[in-house]
């Protein structure tokens, strides 16, 4: 029928147009704004381009920096497509991190092939179990996600800032943990570059996210439950059980994303290490259209505009928070083309209507 | 006895009205737009904005009345902003709220670097002045609070801004436009939510500080959930937190070891059971979070 | 008769539909004017223009010998037009009166909302129009019934000379209809014009001075009531002769498959929704459940189809109890469900037509393995169930969201009804569909009863529930009132039952009339 290839490539092609469009957009946005406070954007943007991808371990910083990236906008957009906007990532991340950071530094006596994963699954366990609690809410008692997700990020935050400063806090000036076992650190490939084997890890969290959502009757029962839950239950779907689940393995990739940066990057838990990963997820997913595919472009995006902002604000003195800037403006042109789809569709309800 | 007296006298009330008042005036301001129906996560992001325009106003001009007045005309500014995408373009209010608050992080840092060259915080302004221990806006909100309360229960247009949030078709059938009502909502919100920022940076401090609102514009939501959507809920639960704020200050001051970050977690987690136990009673606008779009 | 309202050459069209196509249509004053026809022939459209709540692509509106263009509902209640939707547009926390001035509020000293007066003149109103209400009453506390009169005061409260009541027997009982005709005719006497949109004939005989039919986006004719009759009427609103019943065979009845015993359930408001029902169905029998909408016919189907907790009774499905049974094990012992509103519940709009046609055994062979999807299969199923069911969709790949309404209701149906099963329960089978579609359903529905299918229909159309079933078994407030066989069914007879009259008294009734 119509399933041909070619029709797929323009369905492709129709899909990634507009988050082009944004993108090429919030950059000239940030034209705009650098020329308005007197900045010379052509010097800016070839510096920013320079430090992203400059060279070899310039593009291995870029990937580094993106590799929290691709799992706190994937755990974002699994999430989105069970109807559910998990907020939360950056809670998840926290916990997670710290959870990384106790099981790498305190178990002890285990080979790296061992400790790594138990490691990364504690991790995950602990930020899905923290993700969970929102998840049972909103199944229990239909209390919305978004709430919930945002109050569990305040309380998370302070937790592990509890924890790292009066329990496990080693000596020195900045709050942090001790540095954790060579056997649960992620190994480094690139020299002079703190890319990690955790990207590999987030590509095949990408990949299995795919076959999960869309080949399996997992993915196909989440998908159902985000785009009718009343229909799904009526289909002898569980909603309550798919929400929970949906929102746990959300924040699984969450915890992940937290694990990866404790034991590749920092080899510690320093309190505040995280510039907003879990937020930045939500702009990843979003420009990726809440596909993996996408998300992976995304993520190198902002993983790029983050890593070539310190060379672009040493090279010509505009600040690195231009990069934030640009991806807020990245938000707001998605979130409302997202809506102009949305009218489209209740324009055709009403035409079924009468 | 003796601790008890020492721990609860009148520094800790004049603390306790000084941590909510800018929790009040948000929260009113959130009140405004989730009552319309535009579900306000971008508190945060709107007070952040209010305070460094205030600060960086107050800078230039000398005058932190100007500086006041500038956060409101910003605050209702991004409002406005936030009202177009979200009202006009139709876009999800979560996701918007999220960009708002993005963009007030990295603007207000860029900006801070661009104007001042410094980064992480601004030299001292002139700050508002102290009026018998507390500045001018502590004694806007009592007033705030009242007008709220008559405007939301008593007028028309509290009439109007409930139907706007329950049944926005019913409000248009009524003969009434629900988009500008909605619109009005939102950039009341700015509006009170810029003057929230304005007083924690010239208000009780006299400089601008990265990040500064640590959360607040956050917790004024938990409070205006806590507080049923009412004025006076509001006023009630921002009392409440800005107690455990004042109480945890004192505490810490006295010796007494409960770790402030458990004082800081507690408004969100009062709020998330409360959110709990409020199941079958007190619910949110029927509409909020949802787009209204004429055929 | 003087002429106060004019529409010529209404045309308005939605993506790929032409809902209006230059429909021309008058009202004069002092008049109930019916507007008919079936669903999705313009009427709604049409009157949502008079309100101004959708734009004309044509045409000319001419009030009172002068053109104008409505815009939006202010002008519209401006020129004293009132509308009542079929969807009631009441704020549930505000109180009946703060609802009926809302947009145009009594003031004091200008700035405040005056609820004495308000609430002073709601009473004046409703006593003038005996449209009895208490003003400090809460929506959410009150009937539909009420409510109704709340949604007619409300547009009577703006002075309005044309009221448009969008189907507004839908929710009531036949007495509160009655109680609603005498307040339109008082109405009519006080020199107002009512605009009555309706697709039931009785109600046009019973109420109507003259009557405008629509088909198909068209004005097909208007005439005088006096002038004509049902059948008349019927057949300008299809196009054709109408079969009033469906062809059946002769019932073969089988062994017992559903039994309730005494099952109550609640609402989503906690309130009591079913109270002691009790009711049998039989192999190759269709057990019709007829009744005035929100009497528990919706909770009776979802505690059987594990969509809702009973709180009390039994429920067995050939000898098993199945009470409180999840609706995946339901499924599981041979019960389809087609429910009632097929966007809310039947369909997933975004997902494509294969993967809406195995909704339901989606989780086992042969489409899912070991937890793996099988799409080979799936597409298979579906091009299987396109052909056989005739569902017009360019390829099975394409979203059920740009389908027409009944090929969708054809997804549904295809779905439910392909597979093998013991037992049907099926909910408004046939609602906004073309008569084409209908008698498509219907035919298939039977052909399961005569194959031995033991099913429970819902319908809010009395004609649909007497042409299908074999016994007709009527709600009111939760419970079954009684059950007629098939030869005894009179119209008149179900009606009186659809207000609480046992069926003893209802025949009696009859008699003595």
Known sequence: ?354 | MNLIERIFDVTIVMVTIRMATPLIIAGIGGMFSERSGVINIALEGKMLFGAFSSVAISYYTGNPWLGAAGAILIGGLIGFLHAVVSIKFNANQVVSGVAINILAIGLTAFLLETFFHVSGTTPTVAKLPVWGGFSPIVYFVAVLVVFSHITLFYTPFGLRLIAAGEHPKALETAGVNVIKIRYLGVIISGCLAGLAGAQLSIGTMSLFVEGMTAGRGFIALAALIFGKWTPLGILGSCLLFGFTDALGMRLAGLGIGLPTQFIQMLPFVVTMIALVSFVGRARPPKAIGMSYQKE | MEQILEMVNIVKTFPGVVANNKVSFEVRKREIHALVGENGAGKTTLMNILYGLYKPDGGDIIIAGEKTSIDSPIVAIEKGIGLVAQHFMLIEPLTVAENIILGLETRKNKIFTDMRKANQKVKELSELYGLEVDPTARIMDISVGVQQRVEILKILYREAQILILDEPTAVLTPQETKELYKVLFSLKEMGKSVVFITHKLNEVMDISDRVTVLRGGKAIGTVNTSETDATQLASMMVGREVLMRVKKEGKKLGEAVLELRKVSAVDSRKLPALKNVSLEIRAGEILGIAGVQGNGQTELVEVLTGLRKATSGEVMLKGDSIINKNSRSIRELRVAHIPEDRNKRGLILDYDVADNLILGPHYKPPFTYRGKRNLQNVWQNARNLIAEFDIRTPSYDTKAETLSGGNQQKIVVARELGGDISLLVVSQPTRGLDIGTIEFIHKRILELRDKGVAILLVSAELTEIMSLSDRIAVMYDGNIVGILQDEEAKEEQIGMMMTGISKVDALRGEESD
């Open chain 1, 1 to 354: 029928m119509t399933n041909t290839r070619k029709g797929k490539c323009a369905k492709y092609f129709e899909v990634a147009l507009y988050p082009v469009i944004a993108t090429c957009l919030a950059l000239l946005v940030g034209v705009i704004i650098m020329l308005v406070t007197g900045h010379n954007p052509v010097d800016a943007y070839l510096a920013l381009f320079e430090g992203a991808f400059g060279s070899s371990v310039a593009i291995a910083e870029t990937l580094s920096r993106s590799t929290p990236l691709f799992l706190t906008g994937l755990a974002v957009a699994f999430a989105f497509k069970c109807g559910l906007f998990n907020i939360g990532v950056e809670g998840q991340l926290h916990v997670g991190a710290m959870a990384a950071a106790v099981v790498g530094c305190y178990l002890t006596g285990l080979p790296a092939i061992a400790h790594i994963p138990l490691t990364l699954l504690a991790a995950a366990v602990v930020a899905g179990i923290w993700a969970g609690v929102p998840g049972y809410l909103k199944a229990r008692f239909r209390t919305h996600e978004v709430i919930n997700t945002i109050m569990m990020n305040h309380i998370a935050i302070a937790l592990v800032s509890y924890l790292v400063v009066h329990v496990f806090r080693a000596p020195g000036v900045i709050p942090r943990t001790s540095t954790i076992l060579p056997s649960a650190q992620l190994y480094r490939f690139i020299e002079f570059s703190r890319l990690n084997i955790g990207l590999f890890m987030a590509m095949i969290a990408l990949y299995l996210i795919y076959y999960l959502l869309w080949k399996t009757n997992v993915g196909y029962e989440i998908r159902a439950v985000g785009h009718n839950d009343k229909a799904a239950e009526c289909a002898g779907i569980n909603v309550k059980r798919n929400i929970v689940m949906a929102m746990v393995i959300s924040g699984m990739l969450g915890g992940l994303a937290g694990a990866e940066r404790i034991m590749g990057l920092h080899l510690s838990f320093i309190q505040g290490f995280s510039p907003g990963y879990g937020f930045e997820g939500i702009a990843v997913a979003l420009l990726g259209r809440n596909h993996p595919l996408g998300i992976l472009f995304s993520a190198i995006l902002f993983g790029a505009l983050a890593n070539g902002g310190f060379r672009m604000s040493m090279a010509t003195a505009v600040p690195t928070d231009l990069a934030t800037v640009i991806q807020a403006v990245v938000v707001f042109f998605v979130a409302a083309e997202q809506l102009a789809k949305l009218f489209i569709k209740r324009r055709k309800k009403g035409r079924l209507a009468e």
